[in-house]
């Protein structure tokens, strides 16, 4: 054998991450109350700016009103028409995402340095001072109404909104839908109103990112230095979880289904609670990758799904596991008791030996990718603000990864992986 075929014969040892540390971000307070959260490291002249505003679905009427609010900012504000943005964005090769989530609104940018000064204006003028024009707001409405429409006939939107429903509680203003006629109802004064009564600038923060020069910094500061505050002090809408009793199985009926959706929930523990981090590497084992148990099992062995995932998810109001699978109508009893088996066999079998390792480098992999960019890095910071990640998070899932042991999944499993307290939605043609 030739010396290079041996090497190439040879795997490369494969080291675990012992040691998880984020880089440092500057903070800046600006006189308007805005705070400016910066890490400048890139080798080229870019830059990646998001303004993060509070106010989301849960705090604006509807979830309607929410998604509006996102795509109206680029239809026209006090000093440009839509057309004069989006001109004016192509032409300095600036790219724009405007999203909503729970509790907050996230505006963000990419530019080159060189274009930057020239974009600011806009994205300002975008953040504070839009007027949502009934003309291109009766084209978003429309749009929106009938994207409504379609999820209402589908069978994997149709669970996850039951399963919200019975995992959150009825009426939680997480769990809302809007109608198509309720979409169709929004007016720009109506729009407007609830943008204004959502309008706290001393409460929005900056994240900038990229090579970030003295130039950059200041252009940024000086923009947005001078906003004037809202009329009201801040406080998000939350409202704790109130699920409905364990073992309760909402079933909607689709006559026409080619398969159904099965999404299953327990109540976990918050972010904060010592049990969270371990839930979540059980959780994980449980459904998170593609060499996870209810992959290998249901879908390998048995053949029941495509797919099947399992995740935890926590917010300021809750938290919970969430199960999720598409299945032939006939297979819906047999999977949901399949789920059943491996809940309880994540406590009498858990992990050990290579799924163990598989598991262990699964997830320190996924870890490790938030270091791989500036822009993955600050990204972080966005989301420890958008998904109340405490502080130190990261460095106690590190370590709590690399002292893994097959007890500890056994552990938490006993805790909170019960089958008795699933809450189950089921959209489908026999449901």
Known sequence: ?????????????????????????????????????????????????????????????????SALNAVMRREGTRSYSGEEINSLLDFNGSWLNISSSGHHLSLAMRSLNSTLTSSLPVFKEMAFNPVFPEKALEVRRASLARNIEVALTDVDFMAMAASDALIKGKGHPGARIDTPQEIREITSKSLADAFAANLHPESSKIFLSGMITREVEESVAEIFSDIPKGNSTYKANIVP????????????????????????????????????????IAVSALGGYFGSRLMLEIRERLGLTYGIS?????????????????????????????????????????????????????????????????????????????????????????????QLTPETISRVAAKYFKPDELRTAIAGRNS
């Open 241 to 280: 979880f109130h699920a409905a009793p364990a073992g309760t199985v909402e079933k909607i009926v689709k006559k026409d289904a080619k398969q159904s959706s099965i999404v299953m929930t327990l109540p976990a523990v918050g972010r904060n609670h010592p049990d969270y981090i371990p839930l979540h």
């Open 1 to 65: 054998m030739k010396p290079q075929d041996k090497f190439r014969a040879t795997a490369p040892a494969v080291s675990l991450m012992t040691v998880f540390t984020l880089p440092a971000v500057r903070r800046r307070l600006l006189p308007s109350g805005i705070e400016i959260i910066i890490y400048d490291r890139c080798d080229e002249p870019v830059n990646y700016m998001t303004l993060v505003q509070p106010g989301g679905d849960c705090e604006f009427p509807s979830p309607g009103y």
């Open 310 to 402: 399992a995740s935890l998810l926590g917010s300021e109001e809750g938290a919970y596991i969430q199960i999720q699978a598409d299945t032939d109508c006939r297979n819906v009893e047999r999977l949901c008791n399949e789920v059943k088996k491996e809940l309880l066999k994540m406590i009498s079998q858990p992990p050990a030996d290579s799924e163990l390792t598989r598991l262990r480098q699964s997830l320190l992999s996924s870890q490790a990718a938030i270091l791989d960019s500036p822009f993955s890095i600050i990204d972080y910071h966005i989301s420890q603000l958008t998904a109340s990640i405490p502080d130190g998070y990261f460095e106690e899932k590190l370590q709590a990864i690399t």
